[in-house]
């Protein structure tokens, strides 16, 4: 941690007000938990000053911040314990503590964090495939034995490229269509 917490907290001013998580509530909380726990902070004519609702909740915090940074860095410290306190996800995606946490192993290269959900990474041939088996499949099971008893030859010998645990349900489902 070479930079000091006044310096992050103001590498960090552009994400906390843009953050949309946020709200006045949270930000009240914050303002209530330093002019409490830490008056010499936040006085209560200062506090009852960034707690009035009159005037945007972006810009309220945008002031905290400035008043915070003006205080000094013992004041900053304590808005990021304040922050990691009540709004822990929020204190984990900002700036600085994800830089932090990128350059805690330098011989690591960084990584890159994707939103991409992945169920599996086998490609569309293999979701095609599996979707023609599953509808083959229904397809069997809605006709019944009656309709399909000719395709039930074909479908033993379907079998021979199969695992064998595929392999003995396929020739134990034609087996069963021949006795009848």
Same mark, same amino acid.
């Not at 009852?48 to 909740?57: G, I, K, Q, S």
């Not at 810009?59 to 808005?79: I, N, S």
């Not at 399909?148 to 645990?165: D, F, H, T």
């Given at each position: 941690?070479?930079? *000091? ?7 960090? $001013? ?11 509530? /949270? ?14 902070? /936040?006085?209560? +004519? ?6 009035? @609702? ?11 911040? $400035?008043?915070?940074?003006? +205080? ?10 304040? /922050? ?14 994800? &830089? ?7 011989? $690591? *290269? ?8 992945? @169920?599996?990474? &086998?490609?569309?041939?293999?979701? /095609? ?19 399909? *008893?000719?395709? *039930? &030859?074909? @479908? ?22 021949? $006795? +009848?």
């Amino acid at each position: 941690m070479g930079d *000091s917490f006044r310096e992050q907290l103001l590498e960090d $001013t552009a994400f906390l007000r843009a953050e949309q998580r946020l709200d006045t509530e /949270l930000v009240d909380k914050l303002i209530l938990q330093l002019n409490r726990i830490y008056p010499q902070i /936040l006085t209560d +004519k200062e506090a009852t000053r960034f707690r009035n @609702l009159d005037v945007p909740t972006s810009v309220r915090l945008g002031e905290l911040l $400035t008043h915070l940074q003006g +205080k000094g860095d013992e004041a900053c410290r304590e808005f990021y314990r304040a /922050l990691h306190l009540h709004v822990e996800e929020v204190y984990y995606s900002l700036p600085t503590r994800l &830089r932090l946490r990128d350059s805690s192993n330098p011989l $690591t *290269s960084p990584q890159i964090y994707s939103q991409r959900n992945v @169920l599996n990474d &086998r490609g569309p041939l293999f979701f /095609l495939g599996c979707f023609g088996f599953a509808v083959g499949m229904a397809f069997l099971y809605y006709y019944g034995e009656a309709k399909v *008893s000719g395709g *039930s &030859r074909a @479908l033993g010998m379907a079998a021979l490229g199969l695992k064998r645990k595929a392999q003995e349900v396929l020739i134990w489902y034609t087996e069963d269509n021949i $006795t +009848k």
